[in-house]
Protein backbone atom coordinates (compact mmCIF):
# COMPACT_ATOMS: atom_id res chain seq x y z
CA UNK A 1 0.00 0.00 0.00
CA UNK A 2 1.38 3.17 -0.94
CA UNK A 3 1.16 6.26 1.66
CA UNK A 4 2.00 9.64 2.28
CA UNK A 5 2.57 11.38 5.73
CA UNK A 6 1.95 14.84 5.82
CA UNK A 7 3.35 17.00 8.95
CA UNK A 8 2.73 19.27 10.59
CA UNK A 9 -1.28 17.77 10.96
CA UNK A 10 -1.84 21.73 12.51
CA UNK A 11 -0.12 24.74 11.76
CA UNK A 12 -0.96 28.26 13.03
CA UNK A 13 0.52 31.16 12.76
CA UNK A 14 0.49 35.15 12.00
CA UNK A 15 0.48 37.07 9.21
CA UNK A 16 3.63 37.56 7.27
CA UNK A 17 5.10 34.27 9.20
CA UNK A 18 6.85 31.78 6.66
CA UNK A 19 5.81 27.54 6.87
CA UNK A 20 6.59 24.52 5.30
CA UNK A 21 4.47 21.96 4.94
CA UNK A 22 6.30 17.98 4.40
CA UNK A 23 4.94 14.90 2.32
CA UNK A 24 6.70 12.08 2.55
CA UNK A 25 6.21 8.44 1.34
CA UNK A 26 8.48 5.20 1.01
CA UNK A 27 7.08 4.51 -2.74
CA UNK A 28 7.65 6.59 -5.38
CA UNK A 29 4.84 8.03 -7.34
CA UNK A 30 4.51 9.00 -11.02
CA UNK A 31 3.85 12.41 -9.98
CA UNK A 32 2.66 14.80 -6.90
CA UNK A 33 0.19 17.03 -6.76
CA UNK A 34 -0.92 19.34 -3.80
CA UNK A 35 -4.54 20.43 -3.05
CA UNK A 36 -5.86 23.46 -1.49
CA UNK A 37 -9.45 23.02 0.56
CA UNK A 38 -11.68 25.06 2.37
CA UNK A 39 -14.59 24.33 4.39
CA UNK A 40 -17.68 23.25 2.55
CA UNK A 41 -15.77 22.78 -0.89
CA UNK A 42 -13.99 20.09 -2.85
CA UNK A 43 -9.63 20.65 -2.95
CA UNK A 44 -8.64 22.41 -5.92
CA UNK A 45 -5.73 21.56 -7.58
CA UNK A 46 -2.55 24.20 -6.89
CA UNK A 47 0.66 22.01 -8.63
CA UNK A 48 1.60 18.92 -9.78
CA UNK A 49 5.25 18.12 -9.99
CA UNK A 50 6.43 15.57 -12.12
CA UNK A 51 10.48 15.14 -12.12
CA UNK A 52 12.86 14.42 -9.17
CA UNK A 53 14.41 17.46 -8.19
CA UNK A 54 11.84 19.41 -9.56
CA UNK A 55 10.42 23.09 -8.01
CA UNK A 56 8.13 25.16 -9.25
CA UNK A 57 6.70 28.74 -7.69
CA UNK A 58 3.39 30.35 -7.50
CA UNK A 59 3.42 33.37 -6.21
CA UNK A 60 4.46 33.26 -2.83
CA UNK A 61 4.15 29.25 -2.65
CA UNK A 62 7.51 27.41 -3.86
CA UNK A 63 6.70 23.43 -4.40
CA UNK A 64 9.45 20.66 -4.59
CA UNK A 65 9.69 17.46 -5.65
CA UNK A 66 12.56 15.03 -3.75
CA UNK A 67 14.79 13.50 -6.18
CA UNK A 68 13.50 10.20 -5.39
CA UNK A 69 10.31 11.33 -6.52
CA UNK A 70 9.40 10.20 -2.60
CA UNK A 71 8.55 13.01 -1.45
CA UNK A 72 7.67 17.04 -1.44
CA UNK A 73 7.60 20.19 0.28
CA UNK A 74 5.79 23.41 0.05
CA UNK A 75 7.18 26.40 1.60
CA UNK A 76 4.96 29.57 1.80
CA UNK A 77 6.44 32.79 2.22
CA UNK A 78 4.70 36.11 4.17
CA UNK A 79 1.69 34.09 5.30
CA UNK A 80 -1.87 35.72 4.64
CA UNK A 81 -5.17 35.20 6.14
CA UNK A 82 -6.20 34.03 2.57
CA UNK A 83 -3.86 31.09 3.02
CA UNK A 84 -5.90 29.62 5.46
CA UNK A 85 -7.42 26.07 4.68
CA UNK A 86 -7.05 22.63 4.21
CA UNK A 87 -3.73 21.35 2.19
CA UNK A 88 -3.46 18.04 0.53
CA UNK A 89 -0.53 16.17 -1.24
CA UNK A 90 -1.53 13.95 -3.42
CA UNK A 91 0.45 11.09 -5.63
CA UNK A 92 -0.60 9.63 -8.57
CA UNK A 93 -0.24 5.81 -9.52
CA UNK A 94 2.37 4.91 -11.90
CA UNK A 95 1.62 1.50 -13.03
CA UNK A 96 -0.68 -1.60 -12.93
CA UNK A 97 -4.34 -1.72 -11.86
CA UNK A 98 -4.27 1.45 -9.75
CA UNK A 99 -2.60 3.38 -12.58
CA UNK A 100 -4.20 7.38 -12.23
CA UNK A 101 -5.43 6.50 -8.53
CA UNK A 102 -4.44 9.36 -6.48
CA UNK A 103 -3.56 8.74 -2.97
CA UNK A 104 -3.96 11.44 -0.87
CA UNK A 105 -1.67 12.75 2.54
CA UNK A 106 -3.96 13.14 5.47
CA UNK A 107 -3.69 16.91 5.30
CA UNK A 108 -2.27 20.00 6.85
CA UNK A 109 -4.58 22.07 8.69
CA UNK A 110 -3.04 25.75 8.40
CA UNK A 111 -4.59 28.66 9.91
CA UNK A 112 -2.96 32.51 9.56
CA UNK A 113 -3.98 35.00 12.18
CA UNK A 114 -4.02 38.62 11.12
CA UNK B 1 -19.54 23.69 -18.32
CA UNK B 2 -20.04 24.52 -14.97
CA UNK B 3 -17.80 21.63 -13.57
CA UNK B 4 -18.40 18.80 -11.03
CA UNK B 5 -22.25 18.44 -9.86
CA UNK B 6 -22.78 16.84 -6.57
CA UNK B 7 -26.23 16.31 -5.00
CA UNK B 8 -27.88 15.98 -2.61
CA UNK B 9 -25.32 18.75 -0.70
CA UNK B 10 -26.31 17.34 2.74
CA UNK B 11 -28.34 14.33 3.94
CA UNK B 12 -29.80 13.51 7.25
CA UNK B 13 -30.70 9.57 7.43
CA UNK B 14 -31.09 7.72 10.21
CA UNK B 15 -29.24 4.36 10.90
CA UNK B 16 -30.36 1.66 8.55
CA UNK B 17 -31.92 3.75 6.07
CA UNK B 18 -30.36 3.76 2.12
CA UNK B 19 -28.51 6.69 0.95
CA UNK B 20 -27.60 7.61 -3.00
CA UNK B 21 -25.81 10.29 -4.29
CA UNK B 22 -25.37 11.57 -8.11
CA UNK B 23 -22.67 12.85 -9.20
CA UNK B 24 -22.43 14.69 -12.89
CA UNK B 25 -19.10 15.31 -13.79
CA UNK B 26 -17.56 17.83 -16.46
CA UNK B 27 -18.98 16.39 -19.85
CA UNK B 28 -15.76 15.33 -21.99
CA UNK B 29 -13.95 13.87 -18.55
CA UNK B 30 -13.66 9.98 -18.99
CA UNK B 31 -13.04 9.15 -15.43
CA UNK B 32 -14.65 9.72 -12.61
CA UNK B 33 -13.47 9.52 -8.85
CA UNK B 34 -15.64 8.48 -5.44
CA UNK B 35 -13.41 9.60 -2.36
CA UNK B 36 -14.46 9.84 1.26
CA UNK B 37 -13.44 12.39 3.74
CA UNK B 38 -13.55 13.02 7.11
CA UNK B 39 -13.52 16.16 8.84
CA UNK B 40 -9.97 18.00 8.61
CA UNK B 41 -8.98 14.63 6.86
CA UNK B 42 -7.48 13.69 3.78
CA UNK B 43 -9.99 11.99 1.24
CA UNK B 44 -9.88 8.41 0.60
CA UNK B 45 -10.54 6.62 -2.09
CA UNK B 46 -13.36 4.49 -2.99
CA UNK B 47 -13.30 3.71 -6.53
CA UNK B 48 -13.31 4.94 -10.01
CA UNK B 49 -14.45 4.07 -13.19
CA UNK B 50 -13.31 4.79 -16.69
CA UNK B 51 -16.00 5.25 -19.16
CA UNK B 52 -18.67 2.92 -17.65
CA UNK B 53 -16.14 0.58 -16.41
CA UNK B 54 -15.47 0.34 -12.52
CA UNK B 55 -11.53 -0.02 -12.56
CA UNK B 56 -10.71 -0.33 -8.69
CA UNK B 57 -12.52 -0.67 -5.31
CA UNK B 58 -11.43 0.30 -2.24
CA UNK B 59 -11.48 -2.21 0.43
CA UNK B 60 -12.95 0.32 2.51
CA UNK B 61 -16.01 -0.23 0.05
CA UNK B 62 -17.99 -2.56 1.84
CA UNK B 63 -20.76 -4.69 0.40
CA UNK B 64 -22.94 -2.17 1.55
CA UNK B 65 -21.57 0.28 -1.27
CA UNK B 66 -21.95 0.19 -4.30
CA UNK B 67 -21.38 2.41 -7.08
CA UNK B 68 -21.95 2.83 -11.03
CA UNK B 69 -21.58 4.64 -14.00
CA UNK B 70 -23.85 3.29 -16.23
CA UNK B 71 -23.21 5.15 -19.38
CA UNK B 72 -20.22 6.44 -18.64
CA UNK B 73 -21.49 9.88 -17.97
CA UNK B 74 -23.07 10.37 -14.92
CA UNK B 75 -22.25 8.37 -11.54
CA UNK B 76 -24.18 6.76 -8.64
CA UNK B 77 -23.16 5.82 -4.89
CA UNK B 78 -25.55 4.22 -2.97
CA UNK B 79 -25.15 3.21 0.40
CA UNK B 80 -27.43 0.07 2.34
CA UNK B 81 -28.21 0.05 5.42
CA UNK B 82 -26.02 3.22 6.94
CA UNK B 83 -23.99 3.04 10.05
CA UNK B 84 -23.19 5.92 12.44
CA UNK B 85 -19.01 5.02 10.76
CA UNK B 86 -20.26 6.45 7.12
CA UNK B 87 -21.21 9.55 8.32
CA UNK B 88 -18.77 11.59 6.12
CA UNK B 89 -18.12 14.11 3.20
CA UNK B 90 -18.18 11.93 -0.59
CA UNK B 91 -16.77 13.70 -2.61
CA UNK B 92 -16.96 13.17 -6.78
CA UNK B 93 -14.02 14.41 -8.80
CA UNK B 94 -13.63 13.40 -12.72
CA UNK B 95 -10.50 14.20 -15.42
CA UNK B 96 -9.66 12.92 -18.91
CA UNK B 97 -6.92 10.24 -19.43
CA UNK B 98 -5.70 8.48 -22.62
CA UNK B 99 -6.46 4.69 -22.09
CA UNK B 100 -3.55 2.90 -20.68
CA UNK B 101 -1.99 5.81 -19.42
CA UNK B 102 -1.10 7.28 -15.78
CA UNK B 103 -3.32 10.43 -15.24
CA UNK B 104 -0.63 13.19 -14.06
CA UNK B 105 -3.35 15.91 -14.53
CA UNK B 106 -5.59 17.77 -12.53
CA UNK B 107 -8.65 15.99 -10.82
CA UNK B 108 -11.74 18.38 -10.75
CA UNK B 109 -13.47 17.88 -7.53
CA UNK B 110 -17.40 18.36 -6.86
CA UNK B 111 -18.38 20.40 -3.63
CA UNK B 112 -18.86 16.72 -2.09
CA UNK B 113 -22.30 15.43 -0.76
CA UNK B 114 -22.40 15.47 3.26
CA UNK B 115 -23.88 12.54 4.74
CA UNK B 116 -25.38 12.56 8.40
CA UNK B 117 -26.10 9.29 10.17
CA UNK B 118 -28.30 9.66 13.06
Known amino acids: TQLLEQSPQFLSIQEGENLTVYCNSS?????LQWYRQEPGEGPVLLVTVVTGGEVKKLKRLTFQFGDARKDSSLHITAAQPGDTGLYLCAGVHAGGTSYGKLTFGQGTILTVHP | DTGVSQNPRHKITKRGQNVTFRCDPI?????LYWYRQTLGQGPEFLTY????????KSRLLSDRFSAERPKGSFSTLEIQRTEQGDSAMYLCASSFALAGLANTGELFFGEGSRLTVL
Open chain 2, 27 to 31: SEHNR
Open chain 2, 49 to 56: FQNEAQLE
Open chain 1, 27 to 31: SVFSS
